[in-house]
């Protein structure tokens, strides 16, 4: 008999996925402890969950893949052949669909592009303590993008508006904000997008107390620490309105201290949804306001999982002792927030369970 840990391990489908698919019906384990309610399934079960796996990949729905699951082994080979052309036809089918309507959404947007003017960058020069920016981005720096398909997000957004520099960063999966006051602006919001590289090569210099000058012009950034510089072009793209990502202080909120939370995110129990995804760690706010890790078997309502590494990461880039996190539904982002100052945060999507 193989326990659920290795039919999970060796089949590409996660444990909570198999509990899903053991109450659905699609999947169900040849034996259950009565004592432990822990699942056992027959080797021969191991080609059906592999099966399965691969159906899901594929998006086939629940219902065809219980008929194909029950006819995989028996004779009935034509019933199984028909299934799959049937999805394969809707998946065209969808296909085509999903191409008409970005074809209509392109030409939406190109009537936008040519009746609106957008943000562009002016020149700008301001004044920033290096202390300020520094601290900026360090908050914001690990949810840069790396993606070569959205270079937008390859960067870091330099967002200047009245005394105010906003630092943003985002691969769509987290995002990070922070800011900075600053002197010597007095028109409009001015925006650029600094590559990661030259946002790195900024904040090598800035290592002191005094303050620095930030200028844009003619498409590059130039960022002066007394007699070191350094400059580069900013990204000619257009980064998302990040402004309407903001989330909402309308969830569950407790404070956590951000050594021992780190501490029991790094020897805590995780779950994976399937092969080769991202370790999660599943969250909830208990009645006395703590966080707690919810354990395999922990069915909360209100849990919400997330990418492990990604939220290690947010509690250092935090910079504090004590963070605020705010969790909301399971499929609303997760906050992290100073106590201390409400414009530096870090937002993470959550992680959806199939069980």
Known sequence: ????????????????????????????????????????????????????????????????????????????????RELLKAHLRRLEQGLSD??????????????????????????????????????????????????????????????VEGGSLHVVATDRYRMAVARAGVTGHDGGRVQAIVPSPLADAMRALLDGEERVRLSVDDGRVTLEAGDRQASGQWLDHDFPDYRRLLPQADGRRAVVEVAAFREALENGPVRTTEAGAPEL?????????????????????????????????????????????????????????????????????PVRLED
């Open 281 to 349: 760690s599943v969250l909830k706010v208990e009645s006395g306001g703590t966080v707690a890790l919810c354990a395999d078997g922990d069915e909360d309502p209100d849990r919400v999982a997330v990418n492990r590494r990604y939220l290690l990461d947010a509690l250092a880039a935090g910079g504090r002792d004590r963070l605020v996190l705010e969790l909301g539904a399971p499929d609303a982002p997760i906050a992290l927030r100073r106590l201390d100052d409400a414009d530096a945060f870090s937002i993470l999507m």
């Open 98 to 159: 999903a191409r008409s309507e970005f074809s209509a959404l392109r030409a939406l947007l190109d009537h936008r592009e040519n009746v609106m003017t957008k943000l562009r960058t002016a020149a700008v020069g301001l004044s920033v303590a290096a202390s300020e920016l520094a601290a900026a981005l360090d908050t914001v720096r690990f949810a840069a993008g790396t993606d070569p398909e959205l270079p937008m997000l390859g960067g870091v957004l330099f967002d």
């Open 1 to 80: 008999m193989r326990s659920i840990g290795e039919m999970a391990r060796d089949s590409g489908l996660g444990v909570s996925a198999l509990r899903f698919y053991d109450r659905a019906g699609v999947l169900v384990p040849a034996w259950v402890d009565p004592v432990s309610a822990y699942r056992w399934y027959e080797p021969g079960q191991l080609e059906e969950a592999r099966l399965l796996a691969r159906l899901r990949r594929a998006g086939m729905p629940l219902p065809d893949i219980r008929l194909v699951l029950a006819s995989w082994s028996g004779a009935d080979a034509g019933l199984v």
